[in-house]
C-alpha cells in the first residue's frame, strides 16, 4: 500500500508532457460552464481500486471534464458518460460497489480491481501522441509493480491493449506476433492473461458498437480467469 500511494505521488506531481499540462491547466481555469463553481483536479490523474487486485483496468486517458475535474479515473463524466457505463459492468461482477462513479465522495470502492490509464493527463481531442504514450507508461509499470496479484489485464480501446502488451514486454513476456486487438478477446501467457475490449467512450456506446451486455461479458470472463487461477501464482 505505502509503494502504491509512492507511486501517486509520482504521477500527480509529473509534468513531462508540456502540451498535456498546459491543456489541462487552461482546462481547469477556463471550466465548461455546468462545472463552473467547481475546483478542477487539473493535474494528472493517479490509478484507482484495491491495492490486492487480480484485475487491471488500462484505459485510454481522463476525460477534459470528467477525470480532469474530479481527480478519479473514469469518474465525473455523467450519468451517460464512459464512467457509469464501466462501472455498471464491474458492479454487476462484484468488482465495483456501486453502479456509477459520478464524484471522490461517492462512495465507490473496487474490490479485486484496479483502474488506470495509459496517459495520466487529458489530452486534446482525446489524442495523445505516441510521444506521450511513451512518456506516461513508466508511471503504468510502477503501478503495476505494486499491484503484485494482478493476473488479468483489460485493455479498453487499442491503446490501452497496447499498454497491456507492453506491460508484460517489460516483465520478458513479450508475445510475437503480437495478438489483435478486438472486444473480449484473450490471450494467456506464462500466467497472465490479457483481453481486449471496446473502449466505453460515448462515441462507441452512443453508436450500439458497444452495448452494455457487451461489456459486461468482459467482466464475466475477468471473474470466471481469477476465480479460476490459483492463488499466490508467481509466472
Same mark, same amino acid.
Given at each position: 500500500?505505502?509503494?502504491?500511494?509512492? @507511486?501517486?505521488?509520482?504521477?500527480?506531481?509529473?509534468?513531462?508532457?508540456?502540451?498535456?499540462?498546459?491543456?489541462?491547466?487552461? @482546462?481547469?481555469?477556463?471550466?465548461?460552464?455546468?462545472?463552473?463553481?467547481?475546483?478542477?483536479?487539473?493535474?494528472? /490523474?493517479?490509478?484507482?481500486?484495491?491495492?490486492?487486485?487480480?484485475?487491471?483496468? &488500462?484505459?485510454?486517458?481522463?476525460?477534459?471534464? $470528467?477525470?480532469?475535474?474530479?481527480?478519479?479515473? #473514469?469518474? $465525473?463524466? $455523467?450519468?451517460?458518460?464512459?464512467?457509469?457505463?464501466? !462501472?455498471?459492468?464491474?458492479?454487476? %461482477?462484484?468488482?465495483?460497489?456501486?453502479?456509477?462513479?459520478?464524484?471522490?465522495?461517492?462512495?465507490?470502492?473496487?474490490?479485486?480491481? #484496479?483502474?488506470?490509464?495509459?496517459?495520466?493527463?487529458?489530452?486534446?481531442?482525446?489524442?495523445?501522441?505516441?510521444?506521450? &504514450?511513451?512518456?506516461? %507508461?513508466? %508511471?503504468?509499470?510502477?503501478? !503495476?509493480?505494486?499491484?503484485?496479484? @494482478?493476473?488479468? /489485464?483489460?485493455?479498453?480501446?487499442?491503446?490501452?491493449?497496447?499498454?497491456?502488451?507492453?506491460?508484460?514486454?517489460?516483465?520478458?513476456?513479450? /508475445?510475437?506476433?503480437?495478438?489483435?486487438?478486438?472486444?473480449?478477446?484473450?490471450?494467456?501467457?506464462?500466467? #497472465?492473461?490479457? &483481453?481486449?475490449?471496446?473502449?466505453?467512450?460515448?462515441?462507441?456506446?452512443?453508436?450500439?458498437?458497444?452495448?452494455?451486455?457487451?461489456?459486461?461479458?468482459?467482466?464475466?470472463?475477468?471473474?470466471?480467469? /481469477?476465480?479460476?487461477?490459483?492463488? $499466490? #501464482?508467481?509466472?
Amino acid at each position: 500500500m505505502a509503494r502504491l500511494a509512492s @507511486v501517486r505521488r509520482e504521477i500527480i506531481t509529473c509534468n513531462q508532457c508540456a502540451r498535456l499540462r498546459t491543456y489541462c491547466e487552461r @482546462v481547469a481555469i477556463e471550466k465548461k460552464a455546468a462545472y463552473r463553481h467547481e475546483t478542477y483536479w487539473g493535474r494528472p /490523474v493517479p490509478g484507482f481500486g484495491d491495492s490486492h487486485a487480480r484485475v487491471l483496468v &488500462i484505459g485510454l486517458a481522463p476525460a477534459a471534464h $470528467g477525470a480532469n475535474r474530479t481527480g478519479r479515473v #473514469f469518474t $465525473g463524466d $455523467g450519468p451517460l458518460g464512459s464512467g457509469d457505463f464501466l !462501472m455498471r459492468a464491474m458492479h454487476a %461482477h462484484g468488482f465495483a460497489s456501486i453502479p456509477t462513479a459520478r464524484h471522490t465522495a461517492d462512495g465507490l470502492t473496487l474490490t479485486d480491481a #484496479f483502474i488506470a490509464a495509459a496517459v495520466r493527463c487529458a489530452p486534446p481531442a482525446n489524442k495523445p501522441t505516441p510521444g506521450e &504514450i511513451a512518456a506516461c %507508461h513508466p %508511471h503504468l509499470a510502477a503501478e !503495476m509493480a505494486a499491484l503484485p496479484r @494482478v493476473r488479468v /489485464v483489460i485493455g479498453l480501446g487499442r491503446i490501452g491493449y497496447d499498454a497491456a502488451w507492453r506491460l508484460l514486454a517489460g516483465r520478458g513476456l513479450v /508475445v510475437r506476433p503480437r495478438p489483435p486487438f478486438g472486444h473480449d478477446v484473450a490471450y494467456e501467457t506464462r500466467g #497472465f492473461t490479457v &483481453i481486449g475490449s471496446y473502449h466505453p467512450s460515448r462515441q462507441n456506446t452512443n453508436t450500439g458498437r458497444l452495448t452494455p451486455p457487451m461489456m459486461e461479458a468482459v467482466f464475466a470472463r475477468a471473474r470466471r480467469l /481469477v476465480d479460476g487461477k490459483a492463488q $499466490g #501464482f508467481q509466472p
